[in-house]
């Protein structure tokens, strides 16, 4: 067992553990900061800590605000966007099994 305190989130994607099977990992955008979209190389569950933003799934956009939970399913194209006045801050962990 293994315990993380996500009060100390650094900038950018982090990786918190990794087992073979699976990862943890927090993601900070500041405002107009965006990841590059891409399709997801295995399922991505998102939940956002705090701050709003835009996920845009296969051209669908979705709000994101503190206490959203997205599934992203391997294959999906996506894209996330920070829009509020502060920092998107999530946690996102992900299969391991089609990752190199």
């Known amino acids: ?44 569950w998102l939940l956002v800590l705090s701050g709003r933003g835009v996920a845009t799934v296969n051209g669908r956009e979705l709000a994101l605000r503190g206490g959203t939970l997205l599934l992203i399913e391997r294959g999906e194209f996506n894209e996330l966007r920070a829009s509020g006045k502060g920092p998107l801050l999530l946690f996102q962990f992900q299969s391991r099994e089609a990752r190199p």
């Open 1 to 44: 067992m293994r315990q993380f305190d996500l009060e100390r989130i650094g900038d950018g994607l982090e990786e918190l553990a990794r087992t073979e099977r699976s990862e943890g990992l927090t993601l900070v955008l500041h405002p107009g900061q965006f990841c590059e979209p891409e399709p997801a190389p295995t399922d991505q």
